[in-house]
Every structure is written in C-alpha cells, then in structure tokens.
T-cell receptor
Framework: DAGITQSPRHKVTETGTPVTLRCHQT?????MYWYRQDPGHGLRLIHY???????DKGEVSDGYSVSRSKTEDFLLTLESATSSQTSVYFC?????????????FGAGTRLSVL | AQKITQTQPGMFVQEKEAVTLDCTYD???????LFWYKQPSSGEMIFLIY??????QNATEGRYSLNFQKARKSANLVISASQLGDSAMYFC???????????FGTGTRLQVTL
C-alpha cells in the first residue's frame, strides 16, 4: 500500500470557520492531488501540486487553497467553510516519471460543515 | 474537454459469474490513459487496472480485464468469477494528454449475490 496518511479522518465544523486538511506521503512522489467526492459526481479535482511550492487549480477550486512546503505534505484549506463543502476529501499521489502515472489514494477525510 | 460516462448506476451479478461494467470516454487528445478504481464500503479507493491509448492489447490484472475498443471510445471492465468481496463502487477514470489529473465517471455500484 502507498504510504499516504490523511488527517483528520473525520471533522465536524461550523459555517464560517477555517479548516485545514493534511495529506502526508512517505513515497517521495512528485505529484499530489486533492479531490472531493459527492454523490452523483464521482471524484472531482480541487487542486494539485507538481512540486514543492508548485500548485495549480482543478475543476472545483473555488473556496479552497493549498500549500506544499515540503515534498511529503500537501495541505488543503477551506478559508471559510460553507455547507456546500460538506464532502469526503481524498488525497492522491503519483510519480509522473511513470508512463502510467497511476494515482494512489489516501483513506479520505469526511468533513461535515454545519 | 475530457469526459467519462458510466451509464450503469447499479449492477447485480451472481457469485462465480462474469460481469461487465461499462465506461465510455471522450477526448480529442490521441494520447490518454484509462483507469479503473474500486471503492468498497470502507471508503478507500483501490487502483485495479490501466490501459494506455497506444497499447495494442487489452490490459489484464488477475480476474480483471479491460475491454478496450478505441474506435467506440469504450473501456469496459470485465470481472471474471465474481466474488462476494467484489461488491463495491467501481469508477472509470481518464488522464488525457500531458495532464496528470484524472477525470472520473460517476461510478457503478456492483452487488455480488449468492
């Protein structure tokens, strides 16, 4: 199993509060991703990183920011959480040096915004 | 834009039978990769199989095979000899061109019965 740890695994918060989710990897992979999973939508990309301090937006990036100060850590921040951000959040990693570029996922974080 | 379509919200199959999960895709890029992931009720995303657009043969991984029909833009997952542990959500995903991010379908829930 790929060494990916997401924390926290579950979080309940109130509308308007800031929230930070952490993804930690031990594989030294260059690429890291944040997805959200909602019923009827599959997984949708929020942001991704292709190196330390190198990030880019995905298809549902509004209301989210990310940071990557070390290869192993990728943080997702909800600056002011809203109920529409209630979701399951997955972190994934990949090594772009591989032609297949398979993404391996963490166990997910279930976030509820009340 | 890339798009993945999974038209079967749910499927049933009897234990030891084979089952095909449908996936069609749309991309204008000649270079792409197709992936299948399994999500059991515990929530994690498990990589199953990969097919590259230039691969001449259909991919196989144990009981999983990918029926790749390029002209029809389909990449169906075939599970042979279904087991109770195969009950899960299955997601088809695509990486297109030089992009590293994945576009996911909405998934198919497979239920294996006795």
């Amino acid at each position: 199993d790929a060494g990916i740890t997401q924390s926290p695994r579950h979080k309940v918060t109130e509308t308007g509060t800031p929230v930070t989710l952490r993804c930690h990897q031990t594989e030294n992979h260059r690429y890291m991703y944040w997805y959200r999973q909602d019923p009827g939508h599959g997984l949708r990309l929020i942001h991704y990183s292709y190196g330390v301090k190198d990030t880019d937006k995905g298809e549902v990036s509004d209301g989210y920011s990310v940071s990557r100060s070390k290869t192993e850590d990728f943080l997702l921040t909800l600056e002011s959480a809203t109920s529409s951000q209630t979701s399951v959040y997955f972190c994934a990693i990949s090594d772009s040096g591989q032609a297949k570029n398979i993404q391996y996922f963490g166990a997910g974080t279930r976030l509820s915004v009340l | 834009a890339q798009k993945i379509t999974q038209t079967q919200p749910g499927m049933f199959v009897q234990e030891k039978e084979a089952v095909t999960l449908d996936c069609t895709y749309d991309t204008s890029d000649p270079s792409y990769g197709l992936f299948w992931y399994k999500q059991p009720s515990s929530g994690e995303m498990i990589f199953l199989i990969y097919q590259g657009s230039y691969d001449q043969q259909n991919a196989t991984e144990g009981r999983y095979s990918l029926n790749f029909q390029k002209a029809r833009k389909s990449a169906n997952l075939v599970i042979s000899a279904s087991q109770l542990g195969d009950s899960a959500m299955y997601f088809c995903a695509m990486r297109s061109g030089t992009a590293s991010k994945l576009t996911f379908g909405t998934g198919t829930r497979l239920q294996v019965t006795l």
